[in-house]
């Protein structure tokens, strides 16, 4: 069994991570401020880059079938900082889902287990979102 060791660097770049999250819903809610945008997301990739390791980062974000998302996401942090927040913030969403489109399924697992979340998730409806998705799970 693979243990999870929880050293400081980990630590920083979940905090940054979470950071980042904030500053990007911060401006999402401040009218997509592009200052607090662009700053949520210069956290949010310094704490991955943080937490799962340089090279493992460059590994994922360079990965053929992620080039698309990759790139996506950069031309909307580049279209943002250049002063169109509202179209920058559109092509980084198609970015991070195309990016992390992987991870949902293994998120949905995780979101069954939560007590009261996992009531909603067992609702047919959502279920039938989720179910759609399950056979490609990726190994965490």
């Not at 092509?91 to 697992?109: C, D, H, K, N, R």
């Not at 609702?123 to 990726?138: A, C, G, H, I």
Request: charged share 15%.
């Amino acid at each position: 069994m693979v243990s999870f060791e929880m050293n400081d660097r980990k630590k920083i770049g979940l905090g940054l991570t979470g950071f980042g999250i904030f500053f990007s819903f911060l401006g999402i809610i401040f009218f997509f401020d592009k200052g607090l945008l662009a700053m949520g997301n210069i956290l949010f990739v310094s704490g991955v880059s943080l937490t799962i390791g340089l090279k493992s980062t460059m590994q994922f974000f360079m990965k053929r079938s992620n080039f698309k998302g990759t790139i996506s996401f950069g031309i909307g942090f580049f279209i943002l900082i250049m002063g169109w927040p509202i179209f920058g913030m559109i092509i980084e969403a198609y970015g991070f889902i195309v990016l992390f489109s992987g991870f949902w399924p293994t998120l949905a697992v995780f979101l069954q287990k939560i007590p009261v979340l996992g009531w909603v998730v067992q609702q047919p409806f959502v279920r039938s979102l989720f179910d759609r998705y399950r056979s490609k799970r990726v190994p965490v």
